[in-house]
T-cell receptor, first 113, second 116 residues
Framework: AQSVSQHNHHVILSEAASLELGCNYS??????LFWYVQYPGQHLQLLLK??????LVKGIKGFEAEFIKSKFSFNLRKPSVQWSDTAEYFCAVVGGSQGNLIFGKGTKLSVKP | EPEVTQTPSHQVTQMGQEVILRCVPI?????FYWYRQILGQKVEFLVSFYNNEISEKSEIFDDQFSVERPDGSNFTLKIRSTKLEDSAMYFC??????????????FGPGTRLTVT
């Protein structure tokens, strides 16, 4: 069965630092990948998604992710984080024929002003 | 912008009681989902619902759970006899595209269920 691993539990950065959050999935066939963000007290929001085509995907708020099939990875990046990026970030993959998502454990990002 | 809503935001119940968690998906969406997140753990898929029936469910979704779309707008999750381990945040989600598993899901804010 498909699974998703996020290796960083809690990342603490200063403003303007660069960010990379790791995500690996287990199944090597066709995958549809997502990054969701949950700001404190808010619901899950889509940051970006990969279905096919260009493996470098750009999302909202300056985030991007790179799909590397050979590494089963879909890491999230941002060149310069802001205090407002403080949130929990979830990587997810479509796990079933009905589109249900399989999530990683999430990475909590704290950005110090 | 349309959004998925959930009520209540927090529900406290005693073990053995029945609870109903309510969701109003986005109006033109066709697929509906329930997920849960036990504190400190992953968001886990419970069930998907399409065309007025369950289309897929996880092994978590046992006979204690049921879902319903009673009136064309609400989508409910019922837990018949709650257990302590049912304490979690429950998220509803909906998706607009029929027959396409790739579509983005839109999540509600969640209901925090506390079983005492």
């Amino acid at each position: 069965a498909q699974s998703v691993s996020q290796h960083n539990h809690h990342v603490i950065l200063s403003e303007a630092a660069s960010l990379e959050l790791g995500c690996n999935y287990s199944y090597g066939g066709t995958v549809n990948l997502f990054w969701y963000v949950q700001y404190p007290g808010q619901h899950l929001q889509l940051l970006l998604k990969y279905f096919s085509g260009d493996p470098l995907v750009k999302g909202i708020k300056g985030f991007e992710a790179e799909f590397i099939k050979s590494k089963f990875s879909f890491n999230l990046r941002k060149p310069s984080v802001q205090w407002s990026d403080t949130a929990e970030y979830f990587c997810a993959v479509v796990g079933g024929s009905q589109g249900n998502l399989i999530f990683g454990k999430g990475t909590k990002l704290s950005v110090k002003p | 912008e349309p959004e998925v809503t959930q009520t209540p935001s927090h529900q406290v119940t005693q073990m053995g009681q029945e609870v109903i968690l309510r969701c109003v998906p986005i109006s033109n969406h066709l697929y509906f989902y329930w997920y849960r997140q036990i504190l400190g753990q992953k968001v886990e898929f419970l069930v998907s619902f399409y065309n007025n029936e369950i289309s897929e469910k996880s092994e978590i979704f046992d006979d204690q759970f049921s879902v319903e779309r009673p009136d064309g707008s609400n989508f409910t999750l019922k837990i018949r006899s709650t257990k302590l381990e049912d304490s979690a945040m429950y998220f509803c989600a909906s998706r607009p595209l029929a027959g396409n598993p790739k579509g983005e899901q839109y999540f509600g804010p969640g209901t925090r269920l506390t079983v005492t």
